[in-house]
């Protein structure tokens, strides 16, 4: 005998939404340029194993901000552009040279280091830069770098777009994932859209353009949603016909991450050690084919005058 399941499992479905967090996200700068940034947050660094998201782009469209970050070194981490306007070129110690243009994707895995650059090649500029913390077992590989011109196109009811990373309804993404999780960049249209998400994921959801309800909670550009594990059906509802938002998902991780600057590790001596091998042109970080002008390593607090 089987009795029936749906109203029990929808229960514990809208128990799961009524957990849904809104966070602001807060102004910072990075290059000279104005970002807002919604991941790490208050009490939150991971969802999954993205651990920064920076909304970057012009405020005043008439006088756009330059994207000139000079040669900066990274550890522990991939790195994810994605454009939404304009184009950019980024350079990165193993030699690449890569344009990016909107709907492209830049991966680049920093393994044990790698050192890169990021130039506006046509402003205005708007885009999202995103990072993935690596697990044990990668982070400490060679590093790597994946552009992928293409990407697979999501079709759901009453939403569209482009998967960056994992999989979405029937589209995989063919970008390198180095622990379970999703990226997708969804356009909204008029009715509400529920994706298909893994339950054993934690979700994000940051606005791009227009407001989105998500569960109890309505998040604009600037904020961002968190979505604890156990939701299979996630409802996404622009809240004037239209809008767009990036989904963001994956296995919370497990143990400590340690960010600082632009390394993530697992503790502080793998910290320092980098910011020495970075300060000290050790060939770790290699050289990147880049005329700006190198960006020098904040001393990290713990270390005393000598260190
Ligand atoms: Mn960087």
Redesign the pocket.
């Known amino acids: 005998m089987s009795g029936p399941i749906q109203p029990p499992d929808l229960e514990c479905q809208n128990e799961l939404l009524a957990g849904v967090e809104a966070r602001e996200g807060r102004t910072a700068s990075v290059g000279g340029l104005d970002v807002v940034r919604v991941l790490p947050t208050k009490g939150r660094r991971t969802v999954g194993a993205w651990c920064f998201v920076d909304l970057l782009g012009p405020a005043d469209a008439d006088e756009p901000d330059p994207l000139e970050?000079g040669p900066?070194p990274?550890i522990g981490l991939a790195?994810v552009t994605w454009l939404l306007e304009g184009e950019a070129l980024h350079s990165d110690s193993l030699g690449t040279e890569q344009v990016i243009r909107p709907g492209q994707l830049n991966l680049?895995t920093a393994g044990h280091g790698i050192a890169?650059a990021?130039l506006a090649a046509q402003p205005p500029f708007r885009g999202v830069?995103l990072w993935i913390a690596q697990p044990e077992g990668t982070r400490h590989d060679a590093p790597a770098f994946e552009h992928h011109e293409e990407l697979p196109e999501v079709e759901l009811d009453h939403a569209a777009g482009q998967v960056l990373a994992g999989t979405l309804g029937e589209a995989s993404s063919p970008a390198r994932t180095d622990t379970p999780l999703l990226g997708a960049d969804l356009t909204l249209r008029r009715g509400r859209t529920v994706l298909p998400t893994d339950r054993t994921f934690e979700h994000a959801v940051v606005p791009l353009e227009g407001r989105v309800k998500i569960g109890p909670e309505v998040v604009e550009p600037g904020w961002v949603a968190l979505v604890p594990t156990g939701v299979t059906d996630l409802p996404l509802e622009s809240e004037h016909g239209g809008g767009r938002l990036l989904v963001l998902g994956g296995e919370p991780l497990g143990g400590s991450v340690q960010m600082w600057w632009?390394f993530v590790a697992r503790d502080r001596d793998e910290i320092t050690a980098a910011y020495r091998d970075w300060r000290d042109r050790t060939d770790r970080f290699g050289t990147v084919p880049s005329q700006l002008e190198r960006i020098d390593a904040p001393r990290p607090p713990w270390l005393r005058e000598t260190g």
């Open positions: 970050v900066h990274h790195t680049m890169h990021e830069q632009n």
